[in-house]
């Protein structure tokens, strides 16, 4: 029996005695030094001799390279509340123990007072070590988590620990390595979180390769691990590093994992990703870090182990960003305590907003400021997710649903969501959605983000080919917490939170609220917003609806009206076009949307337009000033 890398671990390997286990090993060249002669001749004290000052030499590597303290503990950022066993929970629950444990033993502080005993000493550390260790059996062998927290453990300090426990911990992990090699390849990942198939495929080859790399074969495993991490990266991430929305939801743990091998690429002076895929990465970091909230918060994405904007920061380190780039300024501005940080902008020359039809996903951002509109969409799964933080605050959070019913029938989705339109400039961020339904029905959604106004426009629209008694539910997330007050006698409402106040105005539905006529804008229980609209005898509905969050104007007076929309002199039906114009104050703006193409010009408030559809504010002469225009 023999244990090296890439071939074949023996389980009778389990039952050797400690001077047995390390005869056994192959080492890559010919013995020397206290480790491997002493391994070779079965020495326990000459090899654990060799082994404390090799691991006493990784520590000191560690601390050498910057941010070592912030990565010292960095395998705690993939741990699971949820999905970990109690072994898995013992150990984390020990390793922030050891955290807590001073690098040094002090007797008395500079004033001469003793300082407070820790709670727990490195004879303890190492009592509770082996203890732990006796629950890992070959039928329950060590999980992969549970070998990244070992491995680190025996980076920071293995040399700290009793010689009895040092060797069992070191030939746990080497054991758990070499099949690991063995088996990678035949592992079947169809079932595991793409975050772990980096974790299990990647990182963990690349690291343990440097801890055991006099050992035949660790070569080729660190080079394995390279591989995997290369190309797991890139199968995870469009052309221009936009990650797939499938992974957001675990996004975090994915960037730990790579974000802990460019680390230790760094203290071991080997890069772990070559040029090619370091940009790519530099690319995928700059997005995350615009979709991080004020809040210092991945959008999309729930907060697990490690802040989100730590995190962030550490990443662009490590990608070797520049400083002065404005993600890394951004971050470097939200890392600053609360109380005493300034209000910043940062100025950029290229715009932040980004999308993706391959990973589903959009971004809009209008600044780089602490008062900055942020709006996430993803629409990989059956509802399009969003994520809207107005001026800094959280302002919408989840899935957008919808219920249509035709002639009674309820209709549901046929297909997928497709992104058909996105636009991108100076004026605003505009992104539609496409999914076909049930018996020939299509639903369409807008979303805009102006760059230099504070509102969001949200929309849906429904077409078909029938005429019909449609009844549509556009139902919006909006973030928990958040309480809305429908005015007395308009269908407006106003969304508000502490330092936040946002005004709904549904322009689709008449101003004033009607007994008689259907419709309604409404907050349930669930904290959804709930657009209802009705319409008879048509074949398409259109339902836009406004969130205004504009500072100088939440008192100003509101009034809205639908349009009349012509062609050839001719009055449009509502299910051809649709027309509505919004004033606050001095402030108006108009919306147009084309839901059956016309065979001439439309006009619309005096405006004639052949385009589907036109968002836009009026000036002070009356001239249409457009945000959008859609062909």
Known sequence: MSIEFGQSVPQQIVSLSDEEFLQAIQWKSKPSGDLMKGAQTGDLARFTKGLSARLKETAKQKKQVKHAAEMMWASLWSEETEDETCRTSDLIKLIKSVQELPGKNKKTSNSGKRKKTPELSWDEVSRLLRGWLSQVTTSEPLRPYELLLLTELLENVGARLAPETLISVWRQCLFAAASLCFNLEETDFSETPEDQVLLVSGELPWRLSFLFSEISGAKHFRQLGQQNLRECFFDRTDNDGTPHADYLPRIDFWLATLTRSLFIGQVWKKPVLDKEALERFQVSVEKLAAACDVSGKIALCPTHSVAHLNLLTLAAYFAEIPGRNAERLYLKSLSADKKK???????????????????????????????????????????????????????????????????????????????????????????????????????????????????????????????????????????????????????????????????????GLPQERDFFQ??????????????????????????????????????????WASLTVSEGGNISARDEASGHRLRIGKHQLLVYRSLKKGAQARAVLGHHTNYESVIGRFDTDGDLMPLLYVE
């Not at 932040?352 to 959009?362: E, M, P, V």
């Not at 509802?383 to 302002?395: D, N, Q, R, V």
């Not at 009705?534 to 100003?556: C, F, H, M, T």
Request: hydrophobic fraction near 40%.
């Open 341 to 507: 940080r300034e209000s910043f902008m940062i100025q950029a020359e290229d715009q932040a907003s980004s999308q993706s039809d391959w990973s589903a996903l959009a971004l809009m951002r209008n600044y780089w400021s602490d008062a900055a509109n942020l709006l996430a969409v993803s629409w990989n799964g059956e509802l399009p997710e969003l994520s809207l933080s107005a001026m800094g605050k959280s302002l919408l959070g989840g899935s957008w649903d919808f219920s249509l019913t035709v002639d009674g029938k309820e209709i549901t989705g046929d297909g997928e969501w497709s992104s058909v339109c996105w636009n991108s400039d100076e004026d605003a961020d505009y992104l539609e959605l496409q999914m076909d339904l049930e018996s020939g029905y299509t639903l369409e959604r807008q979303i805009l983000l102006p760059r230099n106004q504070h509102f969001v426009f949200l929309s849906d629209i429904v077409t078909g080919t029938e005429t019909t008694n449609l009844e549509y539910r556009s139902v919006i997330p909006v973030t928990l917490g958040i309480a809305g007050a429908l005015d007395d006698e308009t269908h407006e409402m106003v969304l508000k939170t502490k330092g936040l106040s946002a005004r709904v105005f549904p322009i």
């Open 518 to 559: 259907p419709g309604s804008l409404t907050l349930n229980d669930q904290s959804q917003l709930v657009l209802h609209q009705q319409v008879s005898e048509a074949n398409g509905l259109y339902a836009p609806l406004i969130i205004d969050w504009e500072p100088g104007l939440k008192r100003k007076p509101a009034d």
